[in-house]
């Protein structure tokens, strides 16, 4: 059995601390900054586990159950009925939320209903509904695994009231005149860091997800000419990855669809992809091969910049020019509509955005205009 692990990260003003529970009492040690997250939350879990009494446990401790649960589902894995993306996401929930919250040595024979949904309260103070949902629907399959060993009877998990799924507000997205006057912008502001032009550049123009702009590699990036017209060329990024965060953690996964798609970006993006292809190679020549990541949205040694920077910098270049602020997911809503405005099918739309159906790209992701609505109450005169 691995040795049991619980806690979460919190940020307390410049600083994030590692905090558990134990006892009923909470814990807040090893204060970090942003940068050294890896290496000071294995500092804190070291800690955390020196607090375990093994005699503490028993038979029906959560613990030992909850571990055993985890090794079962490593099989899934290996038997290819389980991603391993999921099983990270469903270990990282059990032993940082769900064991911090009931503690180590919870007998689970005397949880009831009431606990659940205590649970389930709690954690939307600070979490969002459909997070939660998934919180639930984890600790459900736990429970209903306790039952097919027969430490339980009955799934009280399953008979707990929880949060329901709330859909997204659909984010405001540009006109095609502002879209144009944000990549001038873009173009002409020499603060602007090239991984941020790229970025964003991903996100208007090649309708990715945030994580999805921020995380393409150099082996992913080629450029391919317009058969018509050989002086043009065109990015074709192959999107395979996503950054993202949990409990301010930068977390590593496959994209939301679980497929690889292939983006082909305007001319317009050519010369900042060449310009930052060009600046990492001269990076390894400089520092070596071994010090240079492989992010062309990346900082100065090209590693992944974090999810959260890229919101920040595009609230501020917004502010900064005066334009009303839509987020990076109203870029994407963006994309979309401009390219169904323009007659695109939706197919193809769906295909670029990397979405599972098309019922998605025609309800979510497509919004008429005002031009639209003005042509359509033109069609029929009375």
Known sequence: MQKPIAGSI?????YY???????????LDVALKETEFRKAIKKANDIYSNTINPDELTPNSIAPLLYKYLDREMERVQKNTLTLPTYNEKKRILTTHVLNYFGQNRDVTKLTVLDIEDYCDCKLE???????????????AFFKYLCKIDTLIKNVVDLADHPGRTKSEVPDTLTKEEVAQYLTHLENDKEVSLSF??????TLLGGMRRGEAISIKADSVSFIKNPKNPSVKYVKVLVKDTITTSDNEVIYKDT???KERQVVLPPFATHFYAQAISERSRRILQFGADKIGEYIAG?????????DWFTRENRRLLKKYNMRYVSLRGFRHTRATLLHASGADLKSISDLLGHSTIKITADIYTHPGEDIALELANMVNF
């Open 17 to 27: 601390y590692y905090t558990y529970q134990k006892d009923g009492i909470r814990y």
């Open 197 to 202: 032009k790229i970025a964003i550049i991903n």
């Open 256 to 258: 939301k669809s679980h």
């Open 299 to 307: 900082d100065d040694f090209n590693h992944n910049l974090h999810p």
């Open 126 to 140: 600070t979490l969002s509904n459909n997070t939660v949902v998934k919180h639930y629907h984890y600790l459900n």
């Open 10 to 14: 919190r940020k307390k003003g410049k």
